[in-house]
């Protein structure tokens, strides 16, 4: 997993603990959390599950590894997406 470095954006990773209310992206069995506004640019690979947590959110992915396709969805406070189809990669991340 990558997420860029610089200060234009306020979204950072962070410690998921105990708590549900940030944005959840699980990748390779991991839980990977998120937490305030912004846009942010990752290199999350394999992901299994997204959910907003108390968020609104619109990631961006790559379905598959043979379409270059980036594709976007849009998710509620509590929305969550889980599949038995894994998105190849996701590329970025808003919260609002």
Same mark, same amino acid.
């Given at each position: ?12 990773? !962070?410690?998921? =603990? ?9 990748? @390779? ?7 305030? !506004? ?6 999350? &690979? ?6 907003? =947590?108390?968020?609104?959110?619109? &990631? ?11 594709? @976007? ?6 929305? =969550? ?12 991340? !808003?919260?609002?």
């Amino acid at each position: 997993m990558g997420v860029s470095s610089g200060s234009a954006h306020a979204i950072e990773e !962070t410690r998921c =603990g105990e708590r549900s209310d940030f944005l959840e992206v699980w990748s @390779h069995g991991k839980k990977l959390c998120f937490a305030n !506004t912004g846009t942010v640019p990752v290199e999350i &690979y394999d992901v299994t599950s997204i959910q907003s =947590g108390d968020n609104n959110i619109r &990631y961006w992915f790559q379905f598959r590894e043979d379409d270059q396709r980036i594709m @976007h969805r849009d998710m509620e406070k509590w929305d =969550g997406w889980a599949g038995d189809r894994r998105h190849h990669k996701v590329t970025k991340l !808003t919260i609002w």
